[in-house]
């Protein structure tokens, strides 16, 4: 069978990120059942704008939203900051929001901060409103997540190695049982 392809997208552009460590673990652990394609333009995104055409989009949002439409799923690896989504993140979902790219889309989360729950709750909240596909299973909070990775940017927490491996465990059973089911968001 064809490997799943998932766009992983981290929500920090800091070049030492502990998100970008754990989806490269994830990209090396599991490349026997997983194609993990880590986009790397956070950073260049032009800020979301409403004026902006659908048939006037910047070059930057339509390979976005092409590397979205091609994935089997999506999976999410995303710090807090100051008690909300880090800016660059949010900028790359408002993007979609009108395209419905999302919708009953396979993602996966994960929030890898020192405490994280706030980002956790709206990450959940904006992704099942934007009707996708995002069981209970495949939602990881990693708390005092800095503590858990090495400098070198290994993981050093088996018990967070575990976590890991059921949230993608979760994520592929997701994309191939073809439930095209957006999750409603509960409390
Ligand atoms: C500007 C800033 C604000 C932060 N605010 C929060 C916060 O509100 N809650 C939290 O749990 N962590 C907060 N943190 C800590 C980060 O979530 C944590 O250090 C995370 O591991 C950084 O991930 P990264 O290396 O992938 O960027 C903040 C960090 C920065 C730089």
């Not at 994830?26 to 986009?39: H, R």
């Amino acid at each position: 069978m064809k490997k799943p392809k998932v766009l992983a997208i981290s929500g920090s552009t800091k070049q030492q990120s502990t998100s970008l460590s754990i989806l490269s673990y994830i990209k090396e652990t599991f490349n026997d059942t997983l194609e993990l394609v880590i986009y790397n333009k956070l950073a260049s995104l032009p800020h979301f704008n409403p004026d902006i055409k659908e048939a006037d989009l910047p070059q930057e949002v339509k390979e976005l939203r092409e590397l979205i439409l091609s994935a089997d799923g999506v999976l999410f690896c995303t710090p807090e900051y100051v008690f909300s989504l880090p800016g660059s993140l949010k900028n790359v979902i408002e993007w979609q929001v009108a395209a419905t790219l999302f919708s009953a889309k396979p993602v996966a989360i994960i929030v890898a901060a020192a405490s994280g729950d706030a980002a956790f709750e709206s990450l959940s909240l904006i992704l099942t409103t934007i009707e996708a596909q995002l069981p209970n299973s495949s939602k990881l909070l990693v708390k005092g997540a800095k503590g858990k990775i090495s400098a070198e940017g290994s993981i050093t927490d088996h018990a967070l190695e575990a976590e890991i491996k059921k949230v993608i465990g979760s994520l592929i059973q997701t994309i191939t049982s073809g439930a095209n089911v957006a999750t409603k968001y509960m409390d």
